[in-house]
């Protein structure tokens, strides 16, 4: 729950603490007795209520900003870059134990972390795991996100911000790898103030409107990082995108020189993309003709054959945009295709997350219903494994 759903709430607590903390809620030892409440002191005592509880609605904007930033370290440099709240606004209202019970209080059901903001978890451990149990084929993938994920929020200055390019064929995992690591680094998720989806025919469908998508894009860009500093943005379907949007979000991704320009250094860029699958598949092709196990490929091979095909002279935006040429892709993360008995762990989760009771043989035969390719050999799932959901309805009374 961010700073402007609290507002309401956290005006009441000051009120309350407020009402706790004067006089008149402590009771002073030259209060009049309880029977004269009827009468002036009565009278008075709500006249003292009254002003104190005009003081907290009387807050200014400025001031809010300045207990948003004790509490939940939000506004901070705002605050810091101006003069302090006069004092009349600050301590005597509202102390530094009011303060701290506020904190506790907020963090309570916030959920704050080390981060500073309530919002940002950066849960690597769980990230880890996860990807460990519920990412089935993806040596690589796992390795590269981690690690990658892992060195660029232990940096203190990094020089500019992350950007990590998936590839590989549909439905090994490019989508399912972008909402883990949304959801361990953020609170809520996906759904969290601090994550923004792109999907490329979605959100900018017409070339002709591709000035106007620039714009909008840009500005929503400054405004997520004016909201959030650490900013998640997942461009999915990338290879559809223009070159002129990857062109137009390139100072966003570039090193930081800290001449009176936003600092994005600590925002994450995914682009997620079909490019690049088949030169994937096909040294995962020729280890398994050449009788190697599929973890014996490594992420160095396959990023130089991605470096190539992606630079070749073709009509992707990848080729025709910056990005590649002035190594902007701090890593490629590539996907490989999915085996037989990948689809059937895909199967025995689809199931699990159903809360249905499975048989090996149900795994088989929802597997079974996949098509594998190339003809001759039949190794890889031509859809990954995706519809797998879908499939097990054949399954349902």
């Known amino acids: 729950m961010g700073p402007g759903r609290l507002a309401a709430r956290l005006g009441l607590a000051c009120g309350l603490l407020l009402l706790l903390g004067g006089p008149a809620g402590r009771g002073s030892p030259g ?19 009254k002003q104190q509880l005009g003081a907290v609605g009387a807050l ?30 600050s301590l005597p209202l509202v102390g530094q134990d009011y303060l701290d019970i506020l904190s506790a209080w907020y963090c309570s059901f916030g959920k704050c972390c080390e981060t500073g903001d309530c919002r ?33 929020l232990q940096s203190p200055r990094p020089e500019k911000a992350l950007v990590l390019s998936f590839h590989g064929w549909s439905g090994t995992g490019k989508n399912f790898v972008a909402r883990l690591l949304a959801s361990h680094l953020y609170r809520d998720g996906p759904k969290s103030e601090c994550v923004r989806l792109f999907i490329s025919l979605f959100h900018f469908p017409h070339h002709k409107y591709v000035d106007s ?26 290879e559809k995108l223009h070159f002129s949007l990857l062109d137009a979000i390139k100072p966003f991704m570039a090193r930081y020189d800290n001449k009176g320009q936003m600092d994005y250094r600590r925002s994450i ?15 995962a092709l020729d280890f398994w003709r050449a009788g190697r196990a599929r973890e014996e490929i490594s ?15 073709a009509e992707n935006s990848y080729a025709l945009s910056r990005l590649l040429r002035e190594n902007l892709i ?21 199931f699990m997350a159903l809360g249905l009771p499975y048989t090996e043989a149900a795994l088989d035969e929802v597997a079974r219903m996949m098509v594998f390719v190339p003809k001759e050999e039949k190794l890889f799932s031509a859809q990954g494994c995706k519809s797998v959901s879908q499939r097990i309805n054949y399954f349902l009374p």
């Open 213 to 238: 998508y620039k714009a909008q894009l840009k500005k929503q860009i400054r405004e997520m990082v004016q909201l959030c500093k650490q900013s998640l943005f997942i461009f999915d379907e990338a």
């Open 31 to 49: 209060a009049p007795p309880r029977e004269q409440e009827g009468g002036l002191w009565g009278r008075a005592r709500y006249e003292a209520v």
């Open 330 to 350: 701090d890593f490629f993360v590539p996907f490989l295709p999915l085996e037989y008995h990948h689809v059937k762990l895909c199967v025995r989760d689809a």
């Open 269 to 283: 860029f995914l682009f997620l993309s079909n490019l690049g699958g088949n030169t994937i598949n096909k040294v």
């Open 60 to 89: 200014s904007r400025r001031y809010w900003r300045y207990l948003a930033c004790r509490v939940w370290r939000e506004g901070c440099e705002e605050e810091e870059e101006g003069s302090s709240p006069r004092p009349g606004w």
């Open 299 to 313: 992420v160095e091979l396959l990023e130089q054959r991605l470096r190539q095909e992606l630079l070749e002279p």
């Open 120 to 152: 940002i978890v950066n849960n690597i451990t769980g990230l880890a795991a996860d990807l460990h149990g519920q990412l089935h084929g993806q040596h690589l993938a796992k390795e590269v996100v981690v690690r990658a994920v892992q060195g660029f």
